[in-house]
């Protein structure tokens, strides 16, 4: 109970005016349950679907209700990772650019590019006649399944911040075990619902993003901060429902 606190204290708008413990059963337990997190999101958002409004208006209050329900934390890491990595400077200054408040040129350009980017992406997909709402449950699952996976399997960047005090409190191995565990239920949900061939299409996107994602931030920054993690749930999710349309076309 108290890593499920946690993890709605975190990476929720949920208020938890609680002081809890943050030893390793409760890192552990808080990336352990941060993909039902995203399911959670997404069970909400599918309330949306039953207003019956255009696939454009629905797409965008989908992809609305994810930032607010996130409180924008997500979006914000990608915002900071875009202008760090689009500066083109050496490690140190990308390193001040993630950790400067202020949002440059390249993080707009790129924040805009994504979420008119994604609500297009999404609105298609409603659009066609083999739309399930699974997905719109299941994507932000697999999306944060992501961001643990990438956490658990790659060193921090630096020895500082939130991430990397989460990094050293967490019990790696069961953490992964646990989010591959998560990620084959909602494998298992996909097929049984829509299509065998999505399953198994969403778990080798998945694979190859994830060591792809991995590579490059161990290539560009030397491992994963929070602003990286951020950058690759909401990277995740438009990769998941571009594959989504490609696949429903």
């Given amino acids: 109970m108290n890593?499920?606190?946690l993890a709605l204290q975190f990476f929720t708008i949920i208020p938890v005016h609680k002081n809890l413990p943050m030893e390793e059963r409760q890192i552990s337990?808080?990336?352990?349950?941060f993909p039902w997190i995203g399911a959670s999101i997404g069970a909400i958002s599918c309330a949306l679907l039953y207003f019956q409004w255009g696939p454009?208006?629905?797409a965008f209050s989908i992809v609305f209700m994810g930032v607010l329900l996130s409180g924008g934390l997500h979006l914000d890491g990608?915002?900071?990772?875009s202008d760090a990595f689009f500066s083109y400077r050496d490690r140190m200054k990308r390193f001040e650019i993630l950790d400067d408040p202020r949002v440059g040129a390249f993080g707009v350009m790129a924040v805009v590019l994504l979420i008119v980017g994604k609500v297009i992406i999404v609105s298609e997909v409603l659009a066609a006649e083999s739309f399930h709402w699974i997905f719109v449950?299941?994507?932000p699952l697999f999306s944060r399944a992501a961001l643990v996976m990438l956490f658990g399997l790659t060193r921090s960047a630096k020895e500082s911040g939130?991430?990397?005090?989460?990094k050293q409190k967490m019990n790696a191995n069961a953490v992964i075990l646990a989010t591959a565990c998560n990620i084959f239920v909602g494998l298992l949900l996909i097929g049984w619902m829509t299509s065998w061939l999505i399953a198994v299409t969403f778990a080798v996107v998945l694979l190859v993003f994830i060591c792809f994602y991995?590579?490059?931030a161990l290539k560009n920054f030397g491992g994963v901060t929070g602003d990286l993690l951020g950058a690759c749930v909401e990277i995740?999710?438009?990769v998941l429902w571009l594959t989504l349309l490609l696949l429903l076309s």
């Fill in 236 to 238: 995740t999710e438009v």
């Fill in 56 to 58: 454009l208006m629905t």
């Fill in 162 to 166: 939130l991430a990397y005090f989460f």
């Fill in 78 to 81: 990608f915002i900071d990772t």
């Fill in 214 to 216: 991995r590579n490059w």
């Fill in 137 to 139: 449950l299941l994507l």
């Fill in 29 to 33: 337990g808080i990336y352990s349950l």
């Fill in 3 to 5: 890593s499920l606190l």
